[in-house]
């Protein structure tokens, strides 16, 4: 079975600081994607960064950026310069290629970040 | 904002009725999703589409079913509702591996 590993039930950052989140994920696949998302407490899930396997450069929104590390299997999410809106939980996620065509989402269980004033 | 809605966004049932709930979409999208999301399990994959009429099961499909007769709706049943079924629902949509976008939830009570 595929499964993402999310080690870190709850982080804290100072505001201003930098945290980073951690994801391990298991495939035998070598082409996919990766994805972290955030939820807020309003429940929406929004899209912070997503990253193609078979990109060695590690992809980079604003404040977000990701360290890949594909022979590890590890994906790491990076916040700089940290905001009291950054407070959520973040889901790491992988995308399963299920036959057919078609993909599906596996998520790790979260890590829940308190952005501390 | 991707067009996805869910509805309803909130219901309270009782044990062993049918609930139906709906997620419906604007942007044409091919692949279509049903997760649920309990404390301590992030997000589960319940059931998903691939197209019309085109659907299969997920991680955890026992006493759910889903049905899509046209591209825009995706329909989960719970045929006959339990306590454990309690949970937030949430839909998403896709137009292939790269992206996911994602409804508001439903939160479902059953007592």
């Known amino acids: 079975a595929q499964t993402v590993t999310q080690s870190q039930p709850e982080m804290s950052v100072q505001e201003a600081e930098t945290v980073t989140l951690s994801c391990t994920y298991d495939t035998s696949e070598s082409d996919y994607y990766l994805f972290w998302y955030k939820q807020p407490p309003s429940r929406q899930m929004i899209l912070v960064i997503r990253q193609e396997a078979y990109k060695q450069q590690n992809a980079t929104e604003n404040r977000f950026s990701v360290n890949f590390q594909k022979a590890a299997k590890s994906f790491s999410l990076k916040i700089s310069d940290s905001q009291l809106g950054d407070a959520a939980m973040y889901f790491c996620?992988?995308?399963?290629?299920?036959?057919?065509?078609?993909?599906?989402?596996?998520f790790g269980k979260g890590t829940k970040l308190s952005v501390i004033p | 904002d991707a067009g996805i809605t869910q509805s309803p966004r909130h219901k309270v049932t009782e044990t062993g009725t049918p609930v139906t709930l709906r997620c419906h979409q604007t942007e044409n999208h091919r692949y279509m999703y049903w997760y649920r999301q309990d404390p301590g399990h992030g997000l589960r994959l319940i059931h998903y589409?691939?197209?019309?009429?085109?659907?299969d099961k997920g991680e955890v499909s026992d006493g759910y079913s889903v049905s899509r007769s046209k591209t825009e709706d995706f329909l989960l049943t719970l045929e006959s509702a339990t306590s454990s079924q309690t949970s937030v629902y949430f839909c998403?949509?896709?137009?292939?591996?790269?992206?996911?976008?994602f409804g508001q939830g439903t939160r479902l009570t059953v007592v």
């Open positions: 998403a949509i896709s137009p292939g591996q790269s992206q996911a976008f």
């Open positions: 996620a992988y995308d399963l290629y299920s036959g057919a065509g078609s993909y599906q989402l596996t």
């Open positions: 589409s691939y197209g019309v009429k085109d659907t």
